[in-house]
T-cell receptor, first 116, second 115 residues
Framework: GAGVSQSPRYKVAKRGQDVALRCDPI?????LFWYQQALGQGPEFLTY????????KSGLPSDRFFAERPEGSVSTLKIQRTQQEDSAVYLC??????????????FGDGTRLSIL | AQSVTQPDIHITVSEGASLELRCNYS??????LFWYVQSPGQGLQLLLK??????LVQGIKGFEAEFKRSQSSFNLRKPSVHWSDAAEYFC?????????????FGTGTRLTIIP
């Protein structure tokens, strides 16, 4: 497709379950970002990939959060032993180049995660 | 660390009226500044960006923003709003250190348009 694609759009899980969120970036985009957006808040940075290399994971809130991009295209964000505070919209974004000035970040529509 | 403040949580304007959304940033060096718009259930769409040069930048959908270093501000403006402009607006600052490419967003301003 032409844009960043995220799946599923909605995910409901019970507390303690593991979840996996998928992001298909725009074809050829080198940079990939994950953001977490809590209700009524702005997106907060989680992690950044340049191709398959995870260059920044400073925003991951705990070791329950894990992200990968093994072949430099599709990325998966995994949350283990989910907690209620993990409920949020998870946004994926990609950029053609590198460096904050290189290209604007193109965002997907997000995955809304609800933990019961 | 950089930060962004959007002092207005919610703004209501009449269709056809002018609009100004406020954004203040905190950053030690020359900031890279962005405005994004988010419609319900959608991702963010870039409206405009400022990196350097002319402090008045033009964006899509008739929006513009002015960078004022002395006030640490990057306010978004539109001379005449349309009902379709109703959405959430986010100001963001990007880190200029190569390799640290994340954006730091404000908490957003929700814009309501009344007929």
């Amino acid at each position: 497709g032409a844009g960043v694609s995220q799946s599923p759009r909605y995910k409901v899980a019970k507390r303690g379950q593991d979840v996996a969120l998928r992001c298909d970036p725009i074809s050829g985009h080198v940079s990939l970002f994950w953001y977490q957006q809590a209700l009524g808040q702005g997106p907060e940075f989680l992690t950044y990939f340049q191709n398959e290399a995870q260059l920044d994971k400073s925003g991951l809130p705990s070791d329950r959060f894990f992200a990968e991009r093994p072949e430099g295209s599709v990325s998966t964000l995994k949350i283990q032993r989910t907690q209620q505070e993990d409920s949020a919209v998870y946004l994926c974004a990609s950029s053609l180049g590198t460096g904050v000035v290189a290209q604007p970040q193109h965002f997907g529509d997000g995955t809304r995660l609800s933990i019961l | 660390a950089q930060s962004v403040t959007q002092p207005d949580i919610h703004i209501t304007v009449s269709e056809g009226a002018s609009l100004e959304l406020r954004c203040n940033y905190s950053y030690g060096a020359t900031p890279y500044l962005f405005w994004y718009v988010q419609s319900p259930g959608q991702g963010l769409q870039l409206l405009l960006k400022y990196f350097s040069g002319d402090t008045l930048v033009q964006g899509i959908k008739g929006f513009e923003a002015e960078f004022k270093r002395s006030q640490s501000s990057f306010n978004l403006r539109k001379p005449s709003v349309h009902w379709s402009d109703a959405a959430e607006y986010f100001c963001a600052v990007g880190d200029s250190n190569f390799g640290n490419e994340k954006l730091t967003f404000g908490t957003g301003t929700r814009l309501t348009i009344i007929p």
